[in-house]
């Protein structure tokens, strides 16, 4: 293992099996961990704060990694509770609270043209709490790659803005996009504090295709307000009561697994 301790937080860089467990971080003046060219890195047990309003202060980084198991943690920053970068391929997260902070994100993707990845992602068991996005996927417009095989599952939002967003407009202007693939929503209750509770805003070059949505029931923070969702350049399928309504995924009574 090889771990430094620097303005960048805490970096364990190619390391292979890795076991980190009750450790606590706070303030750090950038992300707070990070994994990057690691394989089988097993977290648990940390408690990761920052103040509401630092920016750049991402919990845990993840990139070019592996085989990343991370569970029952508590994270709250100025930025992304977790953010999974390029490279990153079979990542486990589960019981994780998240808030402050930007919620869980992959991506960014494809900044300056770049041919970037993610796969095989599984968030289970998560709460959002006061965050400004919840399950979340961005992406540079102009980029090329993939984002694929992504599951977020038993979701609880209390307060979230945003709480579920595919982004492929990220920042940037152009025509070609980070394919975004395989996608699974599968009960994620809670309240939004913004009337739009789901957003996918996809590329017409490249669009986002195979996103299914399972048993989603997203209320407005404020009684008596309906949420609402933004649905773009989308293909896929839902089941069961889809709250607020996502016109353009097709109904389905028996839904594939796609992961």
């Not at 706070?26 to 920052?50: G, Y």
């Not at 407009?169 to 395989?182: G, I």
Request: aromatic share 6%; proline share 3%.
């Amino acid at each position: 293992m090889h771990g430094t301790l620097n303005l960048q937080g805490f970096v364990i860089g190619g390391s292979n099996n890795v076991h980190i467990d009750g450790l606590t971080f706070e303030d750090s003046p950038k992300m707070h961990i990070a994994f990057e060219r690691s394989e089988w890195v097993n977290a648990t047990s940390l408690t990761i704060q920052a103040p509401k309003h630092s920016p750049n202060t991402d919990g845990i980084h993840i990139q070019h990694s592996k085989n990343i198991i991370i569970y029952n943690t508590s994270i709250g920053t100025g930025d992304d509770c977790i953010s999974i970068g390029d490279g990153s391929s079979h990542i486990n997260i589960s019981n994780i609270d998240c808030g402050p902070g930007h919620g869980i994100s992959i991506g960014s993707l494809g900044k300056d043209g770049k041919h970037e990845t993610v796969e095989f992602v599984h968030v289970k068991d998560v709460s959002f709490t006061g965050t400004t996005n919840g399950a979340r996927i961005k992406t540079w417009q102009g980029g090329k790659g993939h984002a694929r095989n992504i599951t977020f599952e038993h979701i609880t939002c209390i307060d979230s803005a945003r709480p579920i967003i595919i982004d492929q407009y990220y920042c940037d202007h152009k025509t070609s996009a980070v394919r975004v693939s395989n996608i699974v929503y599968d009960q994620i209750h809670g309240t939004s504090d913004k009337e739009i509770a789901v957003e996918f805003s996809c590329s017409k070059s490249v669009p986002c295709y195979n996103i299914v949505m399972r048993n989603i029931s997203l209320h407005s923070t404020e009684d008596g307000t309906q949420t609402s969702s933004i649905c773009q350049n989308v293909r896929g399928l839902r089941n069961g009561d889809i709250i607020p309504d996502v016109p353009c995924l097709n109904e389905a009574e028996n839904l594939p697994i796609v992961n």
